[in-house]
């Protein structure tokens, strides 16, 4: 194998793939990216029989080959080069990395180890990237990091009619978020991991294509897959958790109530809750500590119903607001521990809905 291609381009490529596949203590075959010249240019792929991935990469093809390297290390060492192009060599047991004035091999892995291609389920739908992205982005971070539950560290995809519905939980707060198909609606019903979910929104772009069977979910786009087995957790539902008893609504701007949690929960106690006090144009955040003494902010709203006043952990609180930005947002209070529903005023083409449980406050 023999080929030459512009430095920052391959760097991406390598950096995209080491990040899809994780290290595999053991088994370096596992952890390795195999890297294809012929025609095309040059393919990165890997399989680690949980995930795998192939991505395209523009190449100058000199000698047409195959060879099977550390992902980690091969991303490594394009990221530190800042040469224009690159030339990748297979130099007997090594791969040469050459640039000018520089040398840098790094040894081949058995091929006959690596589990090889995966072959990516049916196409079920497509969406569009730039709205994927953004639901991604509100829900995934959701998703419990607790790899003892691991039912909780995913995101639930499911096609609902002509729309595309994700939903995370950490058990003590969840994120749903809906979009429209671009095209298709047969049936998707999978828990894909959060991790992978973020990696890929931040990667994919353009018409995205998904694809899912019973034990697989994968993402297509621009020529690049990648794969991954799914979780189990259809029990994984928005429609579990009773919303239909609002007492109190609050309409008002999220940055405005997010700014104002942030500046009062300095003062909290140890357990950051501040309480949301209800007036009949505004509401009161209030916190007191011995160290750092006190604080008091009123956020202008329009409220109707009760005069119900929840209380939240401030880190909580506003993970809750941070995906509605700008934008006017409507809560609505449940008596007692009954969740407090999050949604915005005017919804845009993905719609956002965020459930938070209230602590009670010492």
């Known amino acids: 194998m023999d080929l030459t291609a512009t430095?920052?381009?391959?760097?991406e490529a390598a950096s995209a793939a080491a990040r899809l596949l994780p290290v595999k203590y053991?088994?370096?075959?596992?952890?390795?990216?195999?890297?294809?010249?012929?025609?095309?240019?040059l393919t990165l792929s890997?399989?680690?029989?949980?995930?795998?991935?192939?991505?395209?990469?523009?190449?100058?093809v000199h000698t047409d080959g195959a060879a099977l390297v550390p992902?980690?290390?091969?991303?490594?060492?394009l990221r530190m080069l800042d040469a224009p192009q690159v030339r990748l060599v297979v130099e007997g047991s090594r791969l040469a990395v050459r640039v000018p004035g520089a040398r840098f091999a790094l040894p081949l892995l058995d091929r006959d180890l690596h589990p090889g291609a995966v072959a990516p389920p049916e196409k079920v739908a497509e969406v569009d990237g730039a709205l994927l992205a953004r639901a991604l982005r509100s829900v995934a971070g959701t998703a419990s990091r607790d790899e003892t539950l691991p039912v909780f560290?995913?995101?639930r995809m499911r096609l609902v009619g002509d729309r595309l519905e994700l939903v995370a939980s950490d058990r003590y707060r969840m994120a749903i978020a809906s979009m429209p198909v671009v095209s298709g609606y047969s049936e998707l019903d999978a828990l894909v991991?959060?991790?992978?979910?973020?990696?890929l929104g931040k990667q994919a772009s353009g018409p995205i294509g998904l694809h899912a069977d019973r034990n697989r979910f994968a993402l297509s786009w621009s020529g690049n897959v990648a794969s991954t087995a799914v979780l189990d957790g259809g029990f994984l539902s928005a429609e579990a958790i009773p919303t239909g008893q609002v007492d109190t609504a609050l309409e008002l701007n999220a940055e405005a109530l997010a700014a104002a949690v942030r500046r009062v929960s300095f003062f909290a106690d140890g357990l950051r809750a501040l309480?949301?006090?209800?007036?009949?144009?505004?509401?009161?955040?209030?916190?007191?500590?011995?160290?750092?003494?006190?604080?008091?902010?009123?956020?202008?709203?329009?409220?109707?119903?009760?005069?119900?006043?929840?209380?939240?952990?401030?880190?909580?609180?506003?993970?809750?607001?941070?995906?509605?930005?700008?934008?006017d947002i409507r809560l609505e209070f449940q008596p007692g521990k009954r969740a407090t529903v999050l949604r915005e005023v005017?919804?845009?083409?993905?719609?956002?809905?965020?459930?938070?449980?209230?602590?009670?406050?010492?």
């Open 7 to 11: 430095c920052r381009t391959l760097s």
């Open 26 to 41: 053991g088994n370096a075959a596992l952890s390795g990216v195999l890297l294809e010249a012929g025609a095309a240019g």
């Open 46 to 60: 890997g399989n680690d029989h949980e995930r795998a991935a192939r991505l395209h990469c523009a190449a100058t």
């Open 71 to 77: 992902a980690a290390a091969l991303a490594e060492t």
């Open 153 to 155: 560290t995913g995101v």
């Open 193 to 199: 991991p959060a991790t992978l979910l973020t990696e």
């Open 275 to 327: 309480t949301l006090e209800v007036g009949d144009n505004q509401v009161r955040l209030a916190s007191t500590r011995d160290q750092t003494g006190e604080a008091e902010e009123f956020v202008k709203a329009d409220v109707s119903g009760g005069r119900t006043s929840p209380s939240f952990q401030a880190k909580y609180l506003l993970d809750a607001l941070q995906p509605f930005a700008d934008r």
């Open 346 to 362: 005017t919804p845009g083409e993905v719609e956002l809905k965020y459930l938070l449980m209230p602590i009670v406050a010492r």
